[in-house]
């Protein structure tokens, strides 16, 4: 993957989905993230042409990115939701996905959440027996158990999601009583669920997991006698974020998908529903974050100061991070040299960028940091009192701000001084 073909470029100018990102950045201000709604409905296409599967539904993590009118756009192209907590499935419901198209894959939430995302009529994929167990005395119409595999890969070690160890998933012989027990409580449908973990571009390990979960699921399926309303093989198709990498093979993966469907026929014999739940192939290559260079300064390191640190992009110092980031100003000369770009936060974790080869930086500058669609958003804090960034969509060639910065009063609304700290004039 060679990021510069993520732009267009005329006139020596670079252009992100047929705008310019100079004129952008002086417009709306820094940081600042420009999404394309034609870049997530391709995506999704993408997605579909692929895994074009009898009875497949795709379910957006939004975790991923929230941003109501992202979620909209997803709406609009027949895609349903894998949603995180009550929270989430209230605002999905609310942008108007149907309850049948929203599924809850919460972990360790109490009776109560649990409760409220049920009375909505939304599915849920219980993290542990003792979830179900929890609200077992009113039983939801479906049950659905997240089955951990015992194999799980993820870019980082933060992102891995199955495995041993792991906090997610229940080990399937232990799944089997759990699916006893609600066939017990009168439950009548069922489903089936695992998510091992996130920004995987290797298309052999979905063969690889997606074949033990569809034999673990056939093994509680002979075990119990349960004939599965849907199998859900979680998400995680992952995006390159560094140069050179290979885009995930759509191609390959929907053909290993459909080669473990016909070996295990008989689990689809009833029109049993496949559903995946990618959020970052979704959302991720559709924003870039605009930032401008504040300060550069070439002692025993070279460091960029800009005004995007770690509370926009949190990536980088969560896990490790690596996302391309590119001179707007000055992208057709050679790299300089190397340098670490970072933010106004008062930590030594506060790098967007480690030793990324960029050319030379001048204050003034704008710089774009790719791949700031998912997990950058829906991840950004006020820390060191600072807002988050504005949000601004490029629909053909129309421009929308789709979230304002955060003035001082915002970031500080939720907190009560009592009364007898309050300052009184004397
Ligand atoms: C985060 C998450 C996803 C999406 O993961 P991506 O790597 O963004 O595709 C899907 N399902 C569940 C349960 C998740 O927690």
């Known amino acids: 993957m060679n990021f510069i073909d993520s732009f267009q470029v005329k006139e020596n100018k670079l252009f992100f989905s047929g705008k310019d990102l100079n004129d ?82 919460p972990n360790n939430l109490d009776r109560r959440e649990l409760l409220n995302i049920k009375n909505t009529g939304v599915t849920i994929n219980f993290d542990d027996i003792s979830q179900f167990e929890t609200i077992s005395d ?95 093989i979680g998400g995680g198709f992952g995006v390159p974020y560094r140069s050179g990498e290979n885009p995930l093979d759509l191609k390959k993966l ?15 014999k009833n029109k049993t529903r496949l559903i995946a739940e990618p959020g970052r192939y979704i959302i991720a290559n559709s924003a870039i974050i605009l930032t401008k260079v504040t300060s550069v300064k070439s002692y025993d390191k070279y460091i960029i100061g800009t005004d995007t640190g770690m509370n926009i992009l949190i990536r980088p110092a969560l896990y490790g991070a690596v996302h391309p980031i590119i001179s707007v100003n000055r992208f057709y000369d050679k790299a300089e040299k190397k340098g670490d770009i970072v933010g106004q936060i008062c930590e030594n974790t506060d790098r967007i960028g480690k030793d990324v080869e960029i050319q030379k930086c001048e204050i003034g500058d704008i710089l774009a940091i790719l791949n700031g669609g998912a997990y950058v ?46 300052l009184r004039e004397k």
């Open 24 to 105: 952008l950045a002086e417009k709306y201000g820094t940081p600042l993230i420009v999404y394309s709604r034609k870049i997530i409905e391709d995506n999704i296409d993408r997605l579909n042409e692929s895994l074009n599967f009898n009875n497949f539904s795709l379910h957006y993590a939004m975790k991923a990115n929230y941003n109501p009118a992202l979620l909209s756009i997803i709406r609009n192209k027949n895609v349903g939701i894998d949603a995180a907590n009550f929270n989430e499935v209230s605002l999905a419901l609310r942008i108007g996905f149907k309850k049948e198209s929203i599924i809850a894959s």
């Open 138 to 232: 009113s039983p939801p119409d479906t049950v659905s158990f997240r089955i951990n595999p015992g194999i799980g890969k993820g870019e980082f070690e933060g992102t891995t999601t199955g495995g041993k160890g792991s906090k997610f998933g229940i080990p399937p012989d232990i799944a089997i009583n759990g699916y006893k027990m609600a066939i017990k409580s009168g439950v009548q449908r069922f489903g089936i669920h695992m998510m091992t973990g996130s920004n995987v571009l290797d298309a052999s390990f979905f063969r690889e997991s997606i074949g033990i979960f569809f034999s673990i699921a056939s093994r509680i399926a002979n075990e119990t006698g349960i004939d599965f309303d849907f199998i859900d």
């Open 254 to 268: 929907g053909l290993y998908i459909s080669e473990n469907i016909s070996k295990f026929k008989d689990l689809f």
């Open 377 to 422: 958003a829906s991840m950004s804090s006020n820390y060191n009192l600072l807002p988050r960034a504005s949000e601004i969509l490029i629909d053909e060639d129309r421009l929308f701000l789709i979230r304002r910065k955060e003035e001082l009063d915002d970031m500080i609304s939720t907190f009560i001084i009592p009364e007898h700290l309050k």
